[in-house]
């Protein structure tokens, strides 16, 4: 398994942005999908974004489509996810997950390994 560690989280007013860092070390995470997934407060796990290997396919939550977007760097190792216009719904631990395979149809079940996860409030 990869060891993956979220950075980047903390408060920030409605409206504005936020750039979450995912580095990776171990499994040679370069040749797998990467993606994010939050977690809400009494919620369930729920995907945000996943990109393929290359960084040219991309897929988005319906409801981040638009204000959020996300990017890897192969040879740093890192993926990122920048998240504009936040919204108070956006409030959530957001977790970084390698995939088992290439696809980015990535849900909880292709999840190889996952981060600990990083903090978002978004304030009103």
């Known amino acids: 398994q990869a060891q993956l560690v979220e950075s980047g989280g903390g408060l920030v007013q409605a409206g504005g942005s936020l750039r979450l860092s995912c580095a990776t070390a171990g499994r040679t995470v370069s040749s797998y999908a990467m993606g994010w997934f939050r977690q809400a407060p009494g919620k369930e796990r729920e995907f945000v974004a996943a990109i393929s290997v290359s960084g040219l396919i991309t897929r988005y939550a319906d409801s981040v489509k638009g204000r959020f977007t996300i990017s890897r760097d192969n040879a740093k190792n890192t993926v990122y996810l920048q998240m504009n216009s936040l919204k108070p719904e956006d409030t959530a631990v957001y977790y970084c997950?390698?995939?088992?395979?290439?696809?980015?149809?990535?849900?909880?079940?292709?999840?190889?390994?996952w981060g600990k996860g990083t903090l978002v409030t978004v304030s009103s």
């Open positions: 997950a390698a995939g088992k395979g290439t696809s980015v149809q990535l849900g909880l079940i292709g999840v190889d390994s």
